[in-house]
């Protein structure tokens, strides 16, 4: 039975509007066979991609939730640094529809002209839209609740094919084998029909993570989170704050806690921590007490889906 | 005698385009009797000055001598930082025509409204203009020969008053003492005149400093740097590459040499290190060799402008 690929979550930056206490303005890294998108790019990012040793010259796709600066304004260092590192490869970048002009003005301010086709693609701030998909990966958006349009993002894997039985795979004439994969049965040279259920195990259960930053308490978002792997929900304040997330429109660890148990999803990252919390163990307690398999993100972190 | 107030330029970050091995994108502090001034703002210099120790909310003026990303990318989200620490104080910022297109951009797309005033005012690329002065410097313009208009910066110190001798002090009446730092004489009750030349001493020489990056090799820059106290003069190559320096429009470690050796400055520093020297001593051999009072600039590095 072969391995199966990974499918990482890599926390680059936890902090939120103002960069303290060592923790870095938002990204993140997804990586899924072999494809890697970011997820929201704040200052310094390709300085936080190459100190953990992350070649982000190859990055597939990135995508910007929204346009405060904690959470974009690395996005033109990074495809500066693609370009004078030489990459050739179209570059596509998912985003809302000021992104665009940002990056226009930005390049052309500079008299830059880029080495590799850059794509940039407004993002709705819809649920549910196919933003992206492949044979791997569909991307859909997320339409969370803030003081600008502001998204989240879905990565779920496409379904793979059946799975031969390592015990039963020699008796499948070669040329069948993609057909059973594919729930085909095999009829023997002597007439004898196996099932394809005798020959195959099912397909790998289908892993999904869903990415929320920034946002206030949301409950219309929960149908689009049912059951994922891992939820990263911001955590910006403690209940005690609830004033003032309600206010600044961020969500308190309670009710990141509150959306995961009711989206029954299997595991919890929060992040994006106020920059007045010297230690997050408070948030992380609140969280654990609403639903227990909650974890902190942190600078470096790096998360299976499926596997927490 | 009072001590004469220091000033002093802080090198935040010694890198080229291409952020690498340890060296953060432009930035410096140049801070002189109590007022602060951030020439160039690479991406990551909040997260710089931060790290050494310096409250970047009070910062006076901030000029961007070009919009190549590694000289300006950090200036929004340091703005944005400013903002959320509270600052009210209005903010001048200095730079190229376009810079003001990409700030206002950037602010409308975060629907951010700065709780201070924010003027952004326009740099032509000449040589010699004045775009700031108070009793304590002139800072003017220098124009630099890169790819794009550059304009380098120069701080000078205005001329402080003569300074009276401590033995004499005493004699010379207190509402006089005002007129005698601008040169009067005293006469004293008894009509004994004392010229002024016996009270005090000369005024503290004028100190500058220069800081000149991006720019390939250019003597026309050479009748504004006569005499500076120190040169910040970019050095992003050795000779052995002059071609490439050339190509690029920028200069090599002889170069800068050169020009500081020909305007007589006191003292040289240089930086702008491209990423592929993992060490920069060929830099300072090649730049000692021509122009032996220079040193090179590192993260972090603090520089007495007038004492090196």
Redesign the interface.
Known sequence: MYRRTPFTVITLGTGA????RGRY?TAQLVQIGGASYLVDCG??T??RL?SEGINFVGIDRIFIGH????HY??L??LI??MH??GRKKELHVHG?K??K??LD??L????TYLRFPLHVHTVLHNSGVVLFSDKRVTITSLALKH??PCTGFLFKEVLGPRRLRPDRVESIPIRERVAVKNGADVTLSDGTKIPNVELTFDPHPVRSYAYCSDTAYEPALIPFLLGVDLLYHEATFTNAMVAKAKETMHSTAGQAAEIAKSARVSHLLIGHFSSRFKSVDGLLEEARAIFPNTDLSYEGGRFLVGEG
Not at 17 to 20: H, I, S
Not at 67 to 70: A, I, N, S
């Open positions: 509007a103002l960069p303290a303005p200052e310094g390709q300085e190459r346009l405060h600066g904690d304004l690395g033109m260092g500066s640094s004078l590192l809302p000021e992104l002009e940002v003005v930005q052309r301010a500079s008299g003081r600008i």
